[in-house]
């Protein structure tokens, strides 16, 4: 592009960020016939001559760039092989520099290697650990952790020591405690065995139980005329088996017979019922036996009460809680008739009338002893039966009597015959 007016100088500058350009000329034939056509169509070239120079400026921007990385590529060609040359005078595996150092350091030929330093370093820092462990557990300061630990120890088992001397302080008062008790409890065990073993001998429960039956027979004695004596403690001939003997009509003169009663508390066979009974005759110099229990669970097995056994001996019960000695009296009385008939000075005594009596006396006893049954079976008719039971008692009393009094009329016969023999 070609000025219509030459001027005499160009300037280029910028300014504010804008290229300003003054005066210049170009004469590029390009440049020049693209703004000729421009102008030739009439339009403005000042957008063409912009564009121009923005495409120029790109264009050059990268010829500069491409030119500058090929001269940083032709420098780096040669800064590399530059680089692997002192790499592997550096590096190389057997002439580097590092080698050389690692074989010196670190071989095992080299008395210089870092192992070997390393492991005489260890060494002495082993050694002086040792030594200094040593001085720090062996010295008494605080800086021992031993000596604390022993102190802890110590105050731990002086703690538990004390605790535990208290506590066996505690449990010494305790055992103490306990022994007395154990003591105590022993003494009263002790006790209540003897008084278990005075029961089994019969001077304690037993006693009791003998004292029951004498206070009974005594009173039925007292009104027969009879004399009754406790002998539990008194030595018979032989022995001292029988516990209540009653001396029939004593009261008046020589005894007529001897009725021994056996009172136990306790629960025999048959066969030894049988042999303390006739022990106690022959002990008591007896012509009856007579044993007394508190209850029927007591007698013999298979034993009724009121059965005779040998003509001489009888079953009975007395309980003394239940306030009534009815069969106790029967049983006295039975005996009692028995022991009359069998004397000798009884010649001349209606024995069948006596006999018949007898057996009346005993069928009454055994409708006693049914009615007592059926009390046992059958509480709700307790007042009637205990009626019936009274008066069927009443009529063995009456039979009984009877017999005493056919017994008193034979004596008094006897007693007449004699005083006219004795007259004439």
Do not use: W
């Not at 001027?7 to 210049?24: A, H, I, Y």
């Not at 005078?89 to 290697?113: I, N, Q």
């Not at 065995?193 to 039925?220: C, N, P, Q, S, W």
């Not at 009879?226 to 030595?235: I, M, N, P, R, S």
């Amino acid at each position: 592009m070609e000025a219509a007016t030459t001027l005499p100088f160009s300037r280029v500058r910028t300014f504010n960020g804008e290229l300003l350009v003054d005066g210049l000329r170009v004469d590029d034939e390009a440049a020049v016939r693209l703004v000729f056509e421009r102008e030739a169509r009439g339009e403005s070239p000042d957008r063409l001559v912009r564009q121009m120079i923005e495409v120029g400026a790109r264009v050059l921007d990268r010829e500069e760039t491409g030119a500058e990385a090929e001269v940083v590529k032709a420098e780096f060609e040669r800064l590399k092989s530059d680089f692997g040359d002192r790499l592997n005078r550096v590096f190389g595996a057997d002439e580097g520099h590092v080698a050389r150092l690692l074989e010196k350091h670190f071989g095992d030929e080299s008395s210089t290697a870092v192992q070997h330093r390393m492991r005489a370093v260890m060494t002495e820092l082993a050694t002086q650990m040792r030594e200094d462990l040593r001085k720090q557990f062996t010295t008494d300061t605080e800086s021992n952790p031993i000596v604390a630990i022993q102190k802890a120890s110590l105050q731990v088992v002086r703690d538990s020591a004390n605790q535990q001397a208290a506590s066996l302080q505690v449990m010494n008062q305790r055992l103490e405690a306990m022994r007395l008790e154990v003591a105590g409890l022993k003494a009263e065990k002790e006790k209540l065995v003897e008084v278990a073993a005075e029961a089994e001998r019969g001077t304690a429960k037993g006693r009791t139980y003998e004292e029951a039956v004498f206070d009974a027979l005594d009173a039925v004695a007292g009104a027969q005329g009879d004399d009754c004596d406790a002998v539990g403690d008194t030595k018979g001939v032989g022995g001292k088996k029988g516990d209540v003997v009653v001396a029939i009509e004593a009261c008046a003169g020589p005894p007529r017979g001897r009725i021994v009663f056996e009172a136990k508390n306790s629960r025999k066979s048959k066969k030894e019922a049988l042999a303390d009974l006739g022990a106690a005759m022959d002990h008591r110099d007896a012509d009856y036996g007579v044993f007394v229990v508190p209850s029927e669970d007591k007698l013999p097995a298979k034993t009724p009460e009121l059965r005779e056994f040998n003509g001489n001996k009888l079953f009975v019960v007395f309980d003394p809680d239940e306030g009534s000695r009815t069969a106790l009296e029967l049983a006295y009385k039975l005996a009692r008739a028995r022991v009359l008939m069998a004397r000798s000075e009884a010649s001349g005594v209606d024995a069948a009338a006596i006999a018949v009596e007898a057996e009346r006396a005993l069928g009454a006893v055994e409708d006693v002893r049914r009615v007592k049954s059926q009390l046992t079976q059958a509480k709700s008719s307790i007042d009637e039966a205990q009626s019936i039971v009274e008066a069927l008692a009443g009529s063995v009393r009456g039979h009984l009597g009877q017999i005493e009094s056919l017994l008193r009329e034979a004596d008094a016969e006897a007693v007449e015959a004699a005083a006219e023999v004795v007259a004439d």
